[in-house]
């Protein structure tokens, strides 16, 4: 890319993010910074101005022009600025952003204003509601991977050598906590099943796991609360007898019609761990591969 | 005793002729809770077991008194359905819908605030106090009742908790998933308020995971009002910066939100940390003695 030089006055960071514990989009200027805004976020969180925004309510130039005032930022020229604020926060309160950022705007000698470059991240929840942005990602995506996120199955690709299927994120990530403990296990993947879990839904998350190239068992761990696990379960087996698996397969799985889960998965090799711990289920998968804890 | 919800607690649930809805108002009648009504907007007239479904929250609320909407509605109308809730007059709202925007959560929790009233949730399982009221989606045989409330970011998890717990005898007063979201309606802090004003919980367990500041700023407040003994355990000490782990609020970004930090203000506040899950049971135990 060729862009013409421009003499600048002055940079400018601006930032929209949401404030996660209040609930609240936060506008952030600030005139230190531009590109080395994370520094000094990290070093002077107070040159950074903060403006909040009640969800409820529009945000009006003037609540922007207070604020650039009343903190003493020199913004030049004024009312544009106010202007391009005010028109950033439509944006990222339009395409449902997560963070929408401007930095560095810049101000150059001759009072012109330019933005040079910016970040609109868009929530993965709200693109029901921008097609055109919904399609851009879709056409990105496999068909599996189309199929695992509509019900709501989270994948994310890790490297290790156990594969893990778990119903729950907390559950999965607690699980992985676990499995790290032992030097010679590393989780292959993170794959939450979400609480949509069908028979087809787990012959999809089994098939996703085989993929990993350093597999060398697979761990599941499954409750059935909103989930159906022994409907779960029937997938996991299908693939094992279509594909004659003996890579070694660990599941406990708990919940509304645990003993139908247990004995479909029973049928078919998978060592089922009855107990509510999950430690005593990657105690087990441990024992098994004849690994040691730390 | 218990938080929110107890035996005497009046139920509607929202979304009730949909799937979920419908199989998880079996599973609590079964279990006794009292759900009184139902709504689904062009169902009304219909019933659901022997729950009468009506077409606007507004139209149970004239037939039924209700202390707790549960909503099982598709998440691109969770905004409307919690608003109209709440617009009814009803004071506590459980989202268990995952993906919402969090643009409308914003919205929603904002009102709730507003109207006084108290949103959990979304993505979260409900709440549960053992032995009297269920409302949610939690298996009901993980959990039995006893002095230790329960507080969770993740709904399997909470689960996994309360089993352990309760096979080494211990119980729980009321367990409550509060989200897993980037924006929770309801916060930590709020939740364990009403943790502390509980006579009958005597150990709080919180069950945080990576993400946010909600346990860093449970922590500040653990120091200053909370007179209880707290077990914190989180999840997700092994998981890598900037991946988004499932929930949509569990994610390291921007340099927050690890579980490093969280565990670290934790113990500042004189909190036991169980490193591993399986440690929360042991805890536990030593601080009821």
Redesign the interface.
Known sequence: MILKKVDIKKEIYLGIT?D??S???IIMISSEGGINI?EV??KNPEKIVKLSV???QNLYPYQIMSTVKKNGLTVEPLAETVNIIAKLYKIF?EY?G?IAEINPLVMTEDERILCVDAVLEV????L??HPELNKRRLDAMSERDKRLMKK?A?F?R?NGNIGLI?????????T??????YPALS?AN?L?T??GITSDLMVDCMELVLEQPKLEAIFINL????NPIHEGAKGVAKVIRERKLNIPIVAKA???RQEETWKTLEEVGVHIIK??????AVEFLAKLLGVKAK | MSILIDKNTKVLVQGITGN?GTT?TR?MLKEGTNIVAGVTPGKGGLKVEDVPVFDTVEEAVNNFPIDVSLLFVP??VAKDSVLEAIDAGIKTVVL?T??????????M???AL?KNAILIGPTT?GIITPGECKIG???T??FCSGPVGIV??????A??VA??L??IGIGQSSVVGMG?D???GT?LVDILKLFNQDKDTKVVVI?G??????EE?AAEFIRKEISKPVVA?I??????PG????????IIE??KGSAKSKIESLLASDVKIAN???EIPSLVKELIS
Do not use: W
């Open positions: 949401i996660r514990t609930g609240i989009p994370e976020s990290r009640d969800p409820l309160r449902d997560l929530d993965d929840s709200a029901f509601r709501g989270t994310v890790l778990c119903s729950g994120a907390g559950l999965a990530m607690a992985m906590d676990m499995i790290s403990d989780p993170f939450e979400g609480g409750y059935g609360g909103i708990l919940g509304n107990e509510s711990e999950t430690q005593k | 979920i998880q599973y998440a691109r268990i995952e993906h919402t925007p969090v643009h409308d959560v914003m919205e929790k904002a009102y507003q399982p989606i939690l298996p045989n993980m969770s970011r993740s709904g399997t998890l689960y996994e089993a352990n309760c096979a897993a980037r924006v929770a916060n069950v995971e990576v993400g946010g500041t909600q700023d355990y999840a997700g000490t092994s998981v890598p991946k988004r782990m499932g929930h949509a609020g569990a921007g340099g591993r899950l399986y």
